[in-house]
């Protein structure tokens, strides 16, 4: 099958008058995984475009998970699956006297 590209023109004028939904979308996926906190230390989670499965089915907008901002966990906000175990040997401070003196 040998694929053609549309003309720029034809293409334009077929999108025009329709709105443009992506950007509300997207602005509501990216929250819904800032609004999440990390499983392992409980810290924010930061979105970041999931790279198994990029689209999100039932938004057709780009699909995030969540990277926490702290230990490294990345995991589906949604579903709560850990994909990577953080590191939280550095947010724990280690307790005074150590060793019993």
Not at 13 to 30: F, N
Not at 82 to 94: A, M
Request: aromatic share 6%.
């Amino acid at each position: 099958m040998i694929f053609k590209p549309m003309e720029p023109d034809t293409v334009w004028k077929l999108i025009e008058g329709h709105e443009c939904i992506l950007p509300s979308v997207d602005t509501a996926a990216r929250a819904r995984v800032e609004s999440s906190t990390c499983p392992e230390c409980g810290d924010s989670a930061l979105p970041v475009p999931d790279p198994l499965h990029p689209f999100d089915n039932q938004t057709a907008g780009f699909k995030y998970i969540a990277r926490c901002s702290s230990c490294g966990c990345i995991f589906d906000h949604d579903s709560g699956i850990i994909r990577k175990i953080g590191n939280i040997s550095p947010i724990l401070t280690p307790t005074s006297g150590r060793g019993g003196g």
